[in-house]
Structures are given as structure tokens and as C-alpha cells.
């Protein structure tokens, strides 16, 4: 089936510091992936959607200056949070679909964000 | 409004007894897609099962089955013969064709407790 990798699984950095998450589809073509935020014990949220060869669309109240998205190619799109404040802290997690209308969403394993 | 509401924060069903999720959504679409993710401590979101707004059979993958009822608009999914790797976090989604989008929306989700 289809497999979509999230890389890292987990990273701690220092407040002011930027970090990028990566994620691939590994056996399929994603036009567009999709970067959730979830936090302790709550659903998940969209952030954002990753268009490849174009600007990602953000949800209201996410700010695109510190959460930075690049689909450079149709296996990966990266999400760079920029300058992280410990309020950033949580736990992200990326999904893609084969195309538009597929019965299946497949995420990745997700990352846990620890700012201190 | 909510897009999709779970109603119960928390479940409990002895070992090898079948439980029952609640899940209500709330569209105006025609078309749409429902599913159902089971996320254990690791964080990972598993796919479990898909509803399509216009399958007429309720769909069933294993020990998963759902009891998808339109004009009420809710889509109930049953675990059978619970095990005890079946203790985590399920999440019902939706899928909205008119958007355009492939993304989902998420409900709060149901942790479930499966006692030995």
C-alpha cells in the first residue's frame, strides 16, 4: 500500500532556532499534501495545504512567515517552523492522498516538537 | 458549526465484546467521503475504514464496520471482538468534494480502553 514517511519522528531545539520536517510519499505522486497540528489530547488541525509547484494555501489564523512550506517536487513537501517559541511546541503530522477524490488519506508517522 | 462531532471523549468494552463509536457530521455536500483513523500512543494515524456518501452498503474492512446512516448523518463505526491493541484514539473525518480539496476535517476524537 501506499506509504507516506515523516522525518524526524521527534526533535527538541532552542528557542529561536528553525526546524524542518520532511514529508515523502514513498510510492506515489502527491500533488498535494496536506501539514496538521495537534495538540496534548486534541484533534487534528490543518495548517496548511501543500501545493507542488506553487504556494501552499493556509488556514485562517496560521502565520506563513513562521510556518514555511516548500513542495518542490510530487514526493516531497517540507514544513520549516521558523524562530520556535516554546508555544510551538506540539505534535505535527502530514497526509497525502493519490489524487483528488481518493477513498484513502495516508499519513505520516508524525513529529513531536519540543521548543525550549 | 462543527463539521464532525464525537460525542464521546472516552470508551470502555471488555476484551472480546464489541463497541460502538459515535460520530456526526454536518455538510451540505452531496458528495463527500467519511473515515475513520485509530492513532495509538505513538502518534501514528492509522486508516480503518471509508464511507462514500453515495455507497449504498455499509462498509466493513475485518473487525471494523460501519453503521452509516444518512438522513441522520452519522457514521458509527463498530469494533468487533475487541483485543487489547485496539486501546487508542479514533478519529472520524470527512472529506468535502465541494471544496475541492482533499483535506479532512477532524473530530475530537474517542479514546477506547479495552479491558483484559
Known amino acids: 500500500g501506499a506509504v507516506v514517511s515523516q522525518h524526524p519522528s521527534w526533535v527538541i531545539c532552542k528557542s529561536g532556532t528553525s526546524v524542518k520536517i520532511e514529508c515523502r510519499s514513498l510510492d506515489f505522486q502527491a500533488t498535494t499534501m496536506f501539514w496538521y497540528r495537534q495538540f496534548p489530547k486534541q484533534s487534528l488541525m490543518l495548517m496548511a495545504t501543500?501545493?507542488?509547484?506553487?504556494?501552499?494555501?493556509?488556514e485562517q489564523g496560521v502565520e506563513k512567515d513562521k510556518f514555511l512550506i516548500n513542495h518542490a517536487s510530487l514526493t516531497l513537501s517540507t514544513l520549516t517552523v521558523t524562530s520556535a517559541h516554546p508555544e510551538d511546541s506540539s505534535f505535527y503530522i502530514c497526509?497525502?492522498?493519490?489524487?483528488?477524490?481518493?477513498?484513502?488519506?495516508?499519513f505520516g508517522q508524525g513529529t513531536r516538537l519540543t521548543v525550549v | 458549526a462543527q463539521k464532525i462531532t464525537q460525542t464521546q471523549p472516552g470508551m470502555f468494552v471488555q476484551e472480546k465484546e464489541a463497541v460502538t463509536l459515535d460520530c456526526t457530521y454536518d455538510t451540505s455536500d452531496q458528495s463527500y467521503g467519511l473515515f475513520w483513523y485509530k492513532q495509538p500512543s505513538s502518534g501514528e494515524m492509522i486508516f480503518l475504514i471509508y464511507?462514500?456518501?453515495?455507497?449504498?452498503q455499509n462498509a466493513t474492512e475485518g473487525r471494523y464496520s460501519l453503521n452509516f446512516q444518512k438522513a441522520r448523518k452519522s457514521t458509527n463505526l463498530v469494533i468487533s471482538a475487541s483485543q487489547l491493541g485496539d486501546s487508542a484514539m479514533y478519529f472520524c473525518a470527512m472529506r468535502e468534494r465541494q471544496t475541492g480539496a482533499n483535506n479532512l476535517f477532524f473530530g475530537t476524537g474517542t479514546r477506547l480502553t479495552v479491558i483484559p
Open positions: 497526509s497525502a492522498a493519490r489524487g483528488q477524490g481518493s477513498t484513502e488519506a495516508f
Open positions: 464511507q462514500g456518501s453515495y455507497d449504498e
Open positions: 501543500s501545493n507542488e509547484g506553487s504556494k501552499a494555501t493556509y
